[in-house]
């Protein structure tokens, strides 16, 4: 499942939900130097969808703050993968 994800560096914690402009809102603590944020971004996401780090893999936007990401979702079907997208999105 492809999700687009905007990532807000420097946080005082990290935390994923929200939308801005269609995207999931991943605050992160860490700074946007060498794809720190990044790094911590995706693995926020795979936390907040209950996925591996290794599942979750960048897809564009590497040194943007919105980004494209894949997740893989645990077994063969994506339908609770995308609830719970979903949820995050609406900040639930």
Request: aromatic share 0%.
């Given at each position: 499942?492809?999700?687009?994800?905007?990532?807000?560096?420097?946080?005082?914690?990290?935390?994923?939900?929200?939308?801005?402009?269609?995207?999931?809102?991943?605050?992160?603590?860490?700074?946007?130097?060498?794809?720190?944020?990044?790094?911590?971004?995706?693995?926020?996401?795979?936390?907040?969808?209950?996925?591996?780090?290794?599942?979750?893999?960048?897809?564009?936007?590497?040194?943007?703050?919105?980004?494209?990401?894949?997740?893989?979702?645990?077994?063969?079907?994506?339908?609770?993968?995308?609830?719970?997208?979903?949820?995050?999105?609406t900040g639930e």
């Amino acid at each position: 499942m492809r999700v687009t994800i905007r990532v807000k560096p420097g946080s005082g914690r990290t935390r994923v939900g929200g939308s801005h402009d269609g995207a999931l809102v991943v605050a992160v603590g860490a700074r946007a130097v060498d794809g720190l944020a990044t790094d911590a971004a995706l693995a926020a996401v795979a936390d907040a969808v209950g996925v591996r780090r290794r599942d979750v893999t960048l897809v564009t936007g590497a040194t943007s703050r919105t980004k494209v990401v894949d997740i893989a979702p645990r077994g063969d079907d994506g339908t609770e993968l995308a609830q719970r997208v979903a949820r995050l999105l609406t900040g639930e």
